[in-house]
């Protein structure tokens, strides 16, 4: 590695001329043998993440081309400055997130209620609540009914006098197709 002061061919030159690199370095121009690119398989984890990437490209493409669609994530891409396409391959990429279940309306009863908190970085599609008996019989399932923004009610269609042990399950899900479950034990 060779350094050069005050050399006016070379001063402030940086970057590489066939195998040769120059860069600056506390006013001085150094000047290397360019480094050799290793080309290394890609980790599974790498490999996993390359596929999921190009599944996200391809569902934004989809997007695209779908005029419904498209117009969906059209006032999302405003509000964050951004492209439909940078929207939808984001929202592929995250999955909703359930930030609560509130089970104190939830007696057993016919009509008493789960609330469910569930966010999204675009929009939550739907949430579906699944109630299990201890045994691991299904009382009911359905879906939830959205009443505030990211609020989502769910209201009991049978009757359970014992609710010990039970199980209800709350899937959230976005337009992609992304599914976040939370589980809670009575």
């Known amino acids: 590695m060779a350094k050069q002061k005050r050399n006016l061919l070379t001063q402030g030159m940086s970057g590489k001329i066939g195998g040769i690199v120059f860069r600056q370095k506390d006013g001085q121009t150094i000047i290397s043998i360019a480094p050799e690119k290793k080309t290394k398989e890609p980790s599974e984890k790498q490999k996993k993440h390359q596929e999921r990437f ?110 010990t042990g039970a199980k209800i399950i709350v899937s959230a899900s976005d337009l992609p197709g992304n599914i976040t479950k939370e589980d809670i034990t009575l």
Do not use: R
């Open 54 to 163: 190009q599944k996200a490209t391809i569902y934004a493409k989809k997007v695209m081309a779908n005029l419904k669609k498209k117009a969906a994530y059209e006032e999302a891409a405003k509000e964050k400055k951004a492209t439909v396409y940078t929207i939808a391959v984001a929202d592929f990429l995250n999955s909703p997130d359930i930030q609560e279940v509130d089970l104190t309306g939830y007696t057993g009863e016919i009509d008493s209620e789960i609330t469910i908190v569930a966010v999204d970085d675009f929009l939550v599609a739907g949430v579906h609540v699944e109630i299990y008996l201890m045994d691991g019989s299904l009382l009911e399932e359905g879906e939830a009914v959205e009443v505030a923004k990211n609020v989502w009610v769910y209201k009991a269609t049978q009757n359970s006098q014992d609710l």
